[in-house]
């Protein structure tokens, strides 16, 4: 069963359109991370959430924001996509910061047309 | 320069086979490092997760081999099926924070009937 649930799997979104991409988990776990992978490259790192307190990445632009309303949902909006917007977004989870296991969703296959 | 460099890039192995992945890092210190599996257009999924203090940890057919002394980690992948064509990234944390995770670039395997 889907422990961190990402949706929609694939979105298509135009140059500029605001856009927001939806995480779950029912793992009850208190941190929530959001990452960029573009083809053929590692995660990166966006924000992650620890408990309702935001962790901005010092390189993370300011068109990517993040909500927590609860602790099983988190949500990546990004504000005015850009062409280089276009990747993979995974979202994932772990109990606590330290050393622990972290579970991700299948991802979410952003395109900007 | 990234600091989790894994080889080789790609490989290609025939059903059955056996094969093994490298990952070297110079991510100091060190506290723990994981082997994610990643399926094409999906989130990765865990393999295994070492610290400074273990030198192997297996997961059915997959046995995640750790030097510290050398910052060498191997990921051993027995009687290969088709399924395990994948992505196989390597993951080092330099603390125990969850949110410090370094990733490698991954090696991409494809296992051909």
């Known amino acids: 069963d889907a422990m961190v649930i990402q949706n929609p799997r694939y979105q298509v979104t135009q140059f500029g359109k605001p856009v927001t991409l939806s995480c779950s988990q029912t793992?009850?776990?208190?941190?929530m991370y959001w990452y960029q992978q573009k083809s053929s490259q590692a995660p990166k790192l966006l924000f992650h959430?620890?408990?309702?307190?935001?962790?901005n990445e010092a390189d993370t632009p300011d068109n990517f924001q993040s909500r927590r309303p609860n602790t099983s949902f988190c949500f990546l909006d990004i504000r005015s996509p850009g062409l280089g917007d276009a990747a993979m977004y995974l979202c994932?989870?772990?109990?606590?910061?330290?050393?622990?296991?972290?579970?991700f969703g299948q991802g979410t296959r952003l395109t900007v047309v | 320069k990234n600091q989790v460099e894994q080889s080789p890039q790609s490989l290609i192995i025939l059903e059955g086979k056996n094969c093994t992945l490298q990952?070297?890092?110079?991510?100091?210190?060190?506290?723990?490092l994981r082997w994610y599996k990643q399926d094409t257009g999906r989130g990765p999924v865990s393999l295994t997760i070492?610290?400074?203090?273990?030198n192997t940890k297996s997961n059915g057919r997959y046995t995640a081999t750790l030097d510290a002394d050398t910052k060498q980690s191997s990921l051993h992948i027995t009687a290969s099926q088709l399924s395990d064509s994948a992505s196989y990234i390597c993951?080092?944390?330099?603390?125990?924070?969850?949110?410090?995770?370094?990733f490698g670039a991954g090696t991409r395997l494809t296992v051909k009937p």
């Open positions: 993951v080092v944390s330099p603390t125990y924070n969850n949110n410090d995770m370094r």
């Open positions: 070492m610290t400074f203090s273990e």
């Open positions: 793992l009850n776990h208190n941190v």
């Open positions: 990952c070297n890092y110079t991510v100091s210190p060190f506290s723990n």
């Open positions: 959430y620890y408990d309702k307190d935001f962790n």
């Open positions: 994932a989870t772990t109990q606590g910061e330290m050393n622990t296991e972290a579970f």
